[in-house]
């Protein structure tokens, strides 16, 4: 959230050292991403999961020279954990082969699944960058910062995120075609999700209430005091993991 690819170019080198033919992604409307929220520029969870994530993979099969049956496995932090464990419900993911995901710091932001110490970031902080996206259908976190940087986002968004943060649920999907709720149960590939042992952005309590949603998914924590970012930039010790995940396969 509020990431460009160009944070993650350390541990995607790092991974094509290691032998995966690797692409970065973007979230709708962060970093290089065209596309910019406003009242009249309107997305939400499910347009990413649906529409930008097999996208993203199929055009980069399609760079890397790779067969469209080619296996994949999908890494993702933080906010794009909860966009790809609805993506992994989806059915484009089996088109696109997806064998599993390994999530880094990928939680759900309700907000009981944070100590005391942090209930001001993931309690008020959250709802008010709620409450300002209601006003102007957009937040624009481009501009301002509220306990870090959010980046901008549509106001269908923030109110699916908020939601999650208020009631640790995922309620409706602005424009779902299917229930995602019932199709994460049926997901029958390996999806485990990981947490370095000194991440405040996504506490264990965080990973495992995302990983209730889905069925068979587990939640390991590394060590290495990378926090919610560093491991990034410093990509040793999930380079290892996802070694070993591909390995599980």
Request: hydrophobic fraction near 40%; glycine fraction near 12%; proline fraction near 5%.
């Given at each position: ?135 102007l259908g957009y937040w624009p976190g481009d501009k301002i910062s509220v306990g870090g940087s959010w980046g901008r986002h549509p106001r269908t968004y923030i109110n699916e995120w908020a939601r999650m943060n208020r009631t640790g649920k995922r309620g ?78």
């Amino acid at each position: 959230m509020g990431m460009g690819a160009r944070y993650y170019r350390p541990i995607a080198g790092a991974l094509a050292d290691a032998g995966f033919p690797t692409a970065i992604g973007e979230l709708r409307g962060q970093g290089e991403s065209p596309a910019v929220a406003s009242r009249s520029n309107q997305w939400g969870y499910h347009h990413v999961a649906a529409e930008d994530y097999p996208a993203t993979i199929r055009q980069a099969k399609q760079e890397l020279t790779l067969d469209d049956d080619t296996p994949v496995i999908l890494l993702t932090h933080s906010m794009g954990g909860q966009v790809g464990t609805l993506f992994m419900a989806r059915p484009e993911a089996k088109e696109c082969n997806v064998v599993g995901m390994l999530g880094v710091g990928a939680g759900n932001p309700w907000h009981k699944a944070f100590p005391l110490r942090d209930k001001l970031k993931y309690g008020l902080g959250i709802q008010f960058i709620w409450l300002v996206a209601q006003v102007l259908g957009y937040w624009p976190g481009d501009k301002i910062s509220v306990g870090g940087s959010w980046g901008r986002h549509p106001r269908t968004y923030i109110n699916e995120w908020a939601r999650m943060n208020r009631t640790g649920k995922r309620g409706k999907l602005a424009g779902a075609d299917m229930d995602y709720i019932k199709a994460m149960k049926r997901i029958d590939v390996p999806v485990v999700l990981t947490r370095f042992t000194n991440d405040r952005d996504c506490t264990v309590a965080s990973a495992q209430s995302l990983a209730d949603q889905v069925s068979g998914a587990t939640v390991e924590e590394l060590d290495g005091g990378l926090g919610h970012n560093r491991w990034a930039r410093e990509p040793r010790a999930v380079v290892k993991r996802m070694l070993e995940f591909a390995d599980e396969l």
